[in-house]
């Protein structure tokens, strides 16, 4: 249940990684000028008929953030009662502090007039803030506890359908760089938008008819690195996937986020591409926000899930990996090993 | 602290930090006027001359972009209109350019006045759209739709603001600190509404009206640089000499 709740969790950040996208694409961000009221209106009670223009984006949006920050607030509170394992616990206090922190940069981002480091800020941070909520739901999932072995108990690594060894040090490695390089992507992206650079370069695939800009300015360098990081993004990605489809294909909980990621990608640059080619459509433009999200947490699922044996190492019963079988009090132990702390750690 | 979360707590407090530390604040506008130094106007009204002239528009200008007003629908039902960039009449008069002393008058100080200037948003568009002010000089902004708007400044030299007015009859005074040429005004609600004022420090300003004609008055003989403004067109400037009780013409032609 508590895994489904964070399931839902994740969902809802996604929908409003989304509606932010939105309201940055079509330039909404002020059309509700006061926080965290709405035009002296109680947020709740705004009356509906009075959402128009640009409003409807910008207050839509903190009315998901408002949702999203309650049902974090939840789920904080759930893994607090219920899990017993210390570090997911904080993860959930992370998680809070995190949508607590986005709450109020939004809020200052509206009543300083959108100052671009601040927005972008606010953008790079949703992005923790949903990969928070994911790793959450991955991590008090039924397969993560049981350390993807199979239903009788059997750990598919052992049972001569799998590949190398399930502690892929390489694969950790490359997913790992994969994930943090696709974040940086983001953080560029967001750099890009809200310097309204996004179509300082106006072609696509050429850059003002050639493959390097023949002239340069900030706006047209942001634009660039984006594009430069795609590729680097996208090498990256076929790195990892092509990683986990030649040594893992057996393994379904690798296998499948990496085909994802490989659709995720392609659907990606396509977004990109549209969002150049349309002037920045702005259902295009957002779509193009959300997806990299989306390849932001599928990148860091695969990543997890690749570390899973380590984690399982020092596990207590609940993440107790049965190929590597060595039950450990959870109170006493983090992932990576025992914690130094003995006592009892549910506040 | 497990080693993943010491990870992603760094990142989540590198971004609080980043916005912390980058920020600039602004608060909004004071609604009260400060109170200006008495000055008297220093023009001899025996000497007072005049510069009158008209602004024209030489080629055809593109068609006025249409408004897609159906995100309100109190706006929609108010029929279809088009942004007034270009308002041209039967000869070529250009409406809509804001005309101003820019260069000439030293280091004269003229009397702020104590009639505000009213900055109207009805129709679901600004009225006037391009208008001119003094520094100091009160500038009402009202409401008059039966929608909200936003009213959101974006200044240069004076201190930005943004805000709702969400009733009908609303009003919203401020006054500017600092001549700026000019100052945009949108409403972030409606895209489409657009609105430019000309601070100065003098009240030798006007705005094209019908025909394209404008009339500078009051002025001290003297030689003065006349800028003409368009908010699609840019600015043009010229120069001129007035002599005591002179009246004289001149013309700016803008071309598409």
Known sequence: MLHLFAMLVAAVTGILIFAGGLVTSTESGLSVPDWPNTYGYFMFFFPLEKMVGGIRYEHTHRLIASTVGFLILVLAAWLWRAETRRWVRRLGYLALAAVITQGILGGITVLWYLPDPISIAHASLAQIVFCLTMTIALVTSPGWKRGYATQEGTPLRRSGRQGPAPDDLMLQRVAAVTTGLIYLQIVVGATMRHTGAGLAIPDFPLMFGQLIPPHWDPKIAIHFAHRAGALIVSLAILATTSHVLYHHRSRRELRRPALLLLALLATQVTLGALTVLSKKEFIINSLHVVTGASVLVTSLVLTLRAHRARFARGAGPEEQDPAYGRPMDVRRAGPFGPANSTAGDHA | ?256
């Open chain 2, 1 to 256: 602290m497990h080693p993943l979360l010491r990870l992603l707590a760094c990142a989540a407090l590198s971004m609080a930090v980043i916005g912390a530390a980058c920020g600039g604040g602004a608060s909004e506008e004071s609604t009260a006027s400060k109170a200006a130094a008495p000055v008297t106007n220093p023009v001899d009204p025996n000497t007072a001359s005049a510069i009158t002239g008209v602004v024209t528009l030489q080629g055809t200008p593109p068609p006025n972009p249409p408004i897609n007003r159906g995100s309100d629908p109190y706006c929609m039902k108010l029929g279809a209109a088009t942004t007034p960039v270009f308002v041209v009449s039967d000869d070529s008069g250009l409406e809509n350019v804001f005309v101003y002393v820019k260069d000439g008058l030293g280091s004269l100080k003229f009397p702020v006045p104590s009639s505000p200037v009213v900055l109207d948003q009805k129709g679901c568009s600004y009225s006037p759209r391009v208008f001119g002010i003094q520094v100091g000089q009160s500038l009402d902004i009202v409401n008059s739709d039966e929608t909200l708007h936003n009213i959101h400044a974006l200044p240069m030299a004076n201190r930005e603001f943004n805000r709702g007015q969400a009733l009908q009859g609303m009003k919203y005074t401020t006054t500017f600190t600092a001549p700026e040429v000019m100052l945009p005004f949108k409403c972030d609600v409606h895209k489409w509404m657009n609105a430019w004022v000309g601070v100065l420090e003098h009240p030798f300003y006007a705005v094209s009206g019908k025909a394209g004609a404008f009339a500078l008055a009051g002025l001290p003989p003297g030689t003065y640089t006349i800028e003409a403004w368009h908010e699609k067109l840019g600015a043009q400037t010229q120069k001129i000499t007035i002599g005591p009780k002179e009246s004289k013409k001149i013309s700016f032609v803008f071309k598409v």
